[in-house]
Structure formats: structure tokens, C-alpha cells
């Protein structure tokens, strides 16, 4: 079953300010006096400003407008899910009675596997 979630449904909180998500920025100093703030995928935007801080709220402003536009970050699960009972895999590998009851399965199946 393919699930998709916004992302603001489930991680944001309103009442106590934290964030919906956080997104990797890389920021670096391109001059004496010029910083530049990139975002990867899916975003893929760029500032320029004079401080660190000023890259920073330009940056956030540009996410601001694109999600106010009716843009969507959403998360879609890929891959295999979990069995059921993986958790209780290896469950128990270390129990001093799981060689006995083992042993007396086999004892019991063995007279009756020659009767198939």
C-alpha cells in the first residue's frame, strides 16, 4: 500500500513552534563581504546577500512564497515493508528450552515423515 503524507500534516506543530521539517542548506562565504545559501533537491534555490543571516531569511522567504503558491513537500515509503513478525525474530535464540522443545518436534515428525 503506497502511502503519501505532507509533511506539514504530521511533523508540524503549530503550538509549540517546531518545524514542519529541516532542510539541509549549504552556506559559504564567496567574497569578503558576500555569502551564498543552496538548497539541494527538490528545491533547488540559491541566494546571495552580504551576511550569513541575510542568505539565510532571503532563502527562507523564497521556500515561504513557493509553499504559499500551493507548493508540497511529501514523502512516498519505497521498498519492501517489514514482515509483521520481524520483531520477534532472534526472540529465542538465547532461551535454554527452545534446544529441547526442538529436539522433541523432531522426535515426534521423524516416524511420521515416513508416512507421506
Not at 541566494?47 to 504559499?68: G, H
Not at 515493508?81 to 532461551?95: K, N, S, T, Y
Request: glycine fraction near 6%; hydrophobic fraction near 45%.
Amino acid at each position: 500500500m503506497l502511502r503519501m503524507q505532507r509533511v506539514t500534516d504530521w511533523a508540524s506543530n503549530v503550538f509549540t513552534g517546531t518545524p514542519a521539517m529541516v532542510i539541509p542548506v549549504l552556506v559559504e562565504q564567496i567574497s569578503g563581504d558576500h555569502f551564498r545559501a543552496v538548497t539541494g533537491e527538490p528545491l533547488s534555490l540559491e541566494v546571495e546577500a552580504t551576511t550569513r543571516d541575510e542568505a539565510l531569511e532571503k532563502l527562507r522567504q523564497l521556500i515561504d512564497s513557493r509553499m504559499a503558491a500551493g507548493a508540497e513537500i511529501i514523502e512516498i515509503p519505497v521498498g519492501a515493508e517489514a514482515h509483521p513478525l520481524a520483531p520477534f525474530a532472534g526472540l529465542l535464540r538465547d532461551d535454554p528450552l527452545v534446544d529441547p522443545w526442538k529436539q522433541a518436534m523432531a522426535e515426534y515428525r521423524s516416524p511420521r515423515d515416513g508416512d507421506l
